[in-house]
Every structure is written in C-alpha cells, then in structure tokens.
T-cell receptor, first 113, second 112 residues
Framework: NAGVMQNPRHLVRRRGQEARLRCSPM?????VYWYRQLPEEGLKFMVY????????ESGMPKERFSAEFPKEGPSILRIQQVVRGDSAAYFC???????????FGPGTRLTVT | LAKTTQPISMDSYEGQEVNITCSHN???????ITWYQQFPSQGPRFIIQ???TKVTNEVASLFIPADRKSSTLSLPRVSLSDTAVYYC?????????????FGTGTRLQVFP
C-alpha cells in the first residue's frame, strides 16, 4: 500500500505566478488535510477535505488560496499570484476517518523568487 | 482551545531512555493524546495515541496520569536515528480542527 504521495517535491515560482500542489492520499483514505510549515516552526493547519467536500478551511488565507478533492484524482492546493511569503513546505496528510492518526506525505517545498 | 506545552529541546545519549512530557491542563473529556515524530525535510509520522493510563507499541510508551493534565512519551534506548522533533496533540477528532495544533514541538538531539 503506497503512502501519501505529493508532487512536485520542489516547486519554484516567480512572484505573481500560480502554484499547484498535488496530493494523492493513501488507498482507502477519504480524509485529506493540508498544512504549511515555515522553517523552524510547527505545522499550521490549512484545510480539511473529504471527497468533493471542503469540511473546514478556517486555516487557509481567504484570498489567493483554494483547495479541492475531486471524486477522481488527487487533492489540489492552488495558490494564485504567489508572493515571497508563500515560500514554505506544504504537507498533505490523509486518514481513513476523523481520528488523529494521520499519514503524511513528503511535502512540497515551494520557493517564490 | 486546548493548549499544550512541551520543552523546546532535549539532549540525550545513545542507549538512554528519553521521557518527553506534554502539559495539557485544559484537556476535555473526549480528547485523545497523540504524538508525532518529524525528521528534517519529512512529514510527521504518527507514533502513539492514548486516552488514559498506559499505552505501549513497538516504538514508544505513553503514560497518562489519572487527571490527564499531562502525558509522557517514553522512548526506550534511543539511537542516533531518534533525533527528531516530537509533537504532542490533544483533541477528539479532526473535525475539531482548532485542536490540530502541532506547535513547535520538542527537538530531541541524541549524541553518540
């Protein structure tokens, strides 16, 4: 059973461009979470999704950020018009239910130049 | 809002037992205590979860006193590969996203 997969692992974008981060949860997992981590800091919750539904996006900035988890395909975290402050590691996690045992992917490191 | 407090860092030597304590004075009746481990440049990894008393698995033990206001993660005979950041989370389930707080964790450094 493959673990949580994220791609790309590294992404470089210029200011103003769009960044698309993809996450494929573990097989059988219908709960997906996105977190952001700045250097030397803990993970910050961004958004919680189940198939085709956003359960909670309270941790996600209201502008430029969006997330989806379609019926088919990976979950996507989309950042429009990136700014330097968006540079961070973005982690995706999945779980089979709403318990706290989440399985994390390797992360996508976004660098905005 | 449940808040946890952990030491910022700890040092140990190979072969020693390491105990990391997490304080959670405002833990709710239906909250579980969950610990994660994170290596540099990797996502966190679930270690152990408990509700009360003691839980043990192949990696660690979790001790929770009767009042549940704290918990202690115990790593037996640590090795260099246990050098990582350890996070304590307290919450009932992920629908309570306000409790999905990883904080800054405890940075454990194991020396040879």
């Amino acid at each position: 059973n493959a673990g949580v997969m994220q791609n790309p692992r590294h992404l470089v974008r210029r200011r103003g461009q769009e960044a698309r981060l993809r996450c494929s949860p573990m097989k059988g997992h219908s709960h997906v979470y996105w977190y952001r981590q700045l250097p030397e800091e803990g993970l910050k919750f961004m958004v919680y999704l189940q198939k085709e539904n956003i359960i909670d996006e309270s941790g996600m900035p209201k502008e430029r950020f969006s997330a989806e988890f379609p019926k088919e395909g990976p979950s996507i975290l989309r950042i429009q018009q990136v700014v330097r402050g968006d540079s961070a590691a973005y982690f995706c996690a999945s779980s089979p239910d709403a318990a706290y045992e989440q399985y994390f992917g390797p992360g996508t490191r976004l660098t905005v130049t | 809002l449940a808040k946890t407090t952990q030491p910022i860092s700890m040092d140990s030597y190979e072969g020693q037992e390491v105990n990391i304590t997490c304080s959670h004075n405002n833990i709710a009746t239906n909250d579980y205590i969950t610990w994660y481990q994170q290596f540099p440049s990797q996502g966190p990894r679930f270690i152990i979860q408990g509700y009360k008393t003691k839980v043990t698995n192949e990696v660690a033990s979790l001790f929770i006193p009767a009042d549940r206001k704290s918990s202690t993660l115990s790593l037996p005979r640590v090795s260099l590969s246990d050098t990582a950041v350890y996070y304590c989370l307290v919450g009932p389930n992920t629908y309570n996203t306000d409790k999905l707080i990883f904080g800054t964790g405890t940075r454990l450094q194991v020396f040879p």
